[in-house]
């Protein structure tokens, strides 16, 4: 089992920054890659930036240029730095970790961290 605890949401302006981190434990050995989804509200769950246990990164289209994923292995921890803030951007945001046990793969996710920009 993976637990995901995420913290570091707020309310911002637009223009500003963020920075979220997302701890796991448990485990953690068992960790292919993590990342960040978010979620605005009547729209479904999209992914933000991802990052592989070897370091290799993905970012959606809409935050290429503006956020940063990078990651702490003596920690545990993901974080997302996040830059010229948009109204956009508002939305709940869900770390998750994804582990592969011989061929099953298992799915995991924390309880979100509100980011709310305003204009």
């Known amino acids: 089992q993976v637990q995901l605890v995420e913290s570091g949401g707020g309310l911002v302006r637009a223009g500003g920054s963020l920075r979220l981190s997302c701890a796991a434990s448990g485990s953690i050995d068992s960790i292919n890659a993590m990342g960040w989804y978010r979620q605005a509200l009547g729209k479904q769950r999209e992914l933000v930036a991802t990052?592989?246990?070897?370091?290799?990164?993905n970012y959606a289209d809409s935050v290429k240029g503006r956020f940063t994923i990078s990651r702490d292995n003596a920690k545990n921890t993901v974080n997302l730095q996040m830059d010229s803030l948009k109204p956009e951007d508002t939305a709940v945001y869900y770390c998750?970790?994804?582990?592969?046990?011989?061929?099953?793969?298992?799915?995991?996710w924390g309880q979100g961290t509100r980011v709310t920009v305003s204009s």
């Open positions: 998750y970790a994804y582990s592969w046990v011989a061929v099953y793969k298992y799915d995991y």
């Open positions: 990052i592989t246990r070897g370091g290799s990164t």
